[in-house]
């Protein structure tokens, strides 16, 4: 073969197999842009439940914001990292929210942050509660 063949045939296959490796690259970040969007619905659905579910004022109300928080919580069972599902896990276990366990409710928020790469700074646990439940003399 003469080498201006060889050359042609290199950059041909040169450039189907950078066109390959391109197409394989963005599927993989297509797939971790849409994996990462499902965590951030699920986190801020689980949250808008629980808000719902601190103002509700009826039987109604609670039972809508109830499932709202189940449906929410499957996603993350599904979507969440496992420090995610830890956190959860434990704040369940303390039952209603009280003040003493703000830092068992700011970790769920830090480990969805996190899970979801929103870790800007690092606010500490009594503001992350205070964000979600309010202050200590107006309890939301």
């Not at 490796?21 to 949250?47: P, S, T």
């Not at 109830?66 to 449906?71: D, F, S, T, W």
């Not at 790469?117 to 439940?133: I, Q």
Request: charged content about 25%; overall charge neutral.
């Amino acid at each position: 073969m003469s080498e201006p063949l060889l050359i042609a045939i290199f950059g041909i296959l040169s450039a189907a197999l950078g066109g390959v490796i391109h197409a394989l690259f963005q599927r993989w970040q297509k797939k971790g842009d849409d994996l990462l969007e499902q965590k951030v619905a699920a986190y801020a659905a689980y949250f808008n439940g629980i808000a719902q579910l601190s103002h509700a004022s009826n039987e109604a109300e609670i039972a809508k914001a109830n499932a709202i928080v189940a449906e929410a919580r499957g996603r993350v069972a599904l979507y969440g990292s496992t420090e995610v599902l830890e956190a959860m896990t434990a704040a369940f276990r303390c039952g209603p929210i009280r003040d003493d366990d703000y830092r068992i409710h700011a970790r769920v928020v830090r480990a969805m942050r996190k899970d979801a790469d929103l870790a800007s700074g690092s606010p500490s646990d009594t503001v992350l509660f205070e964000m979600l439940f309010g202050t200590n003399d107006k309890r939301i």
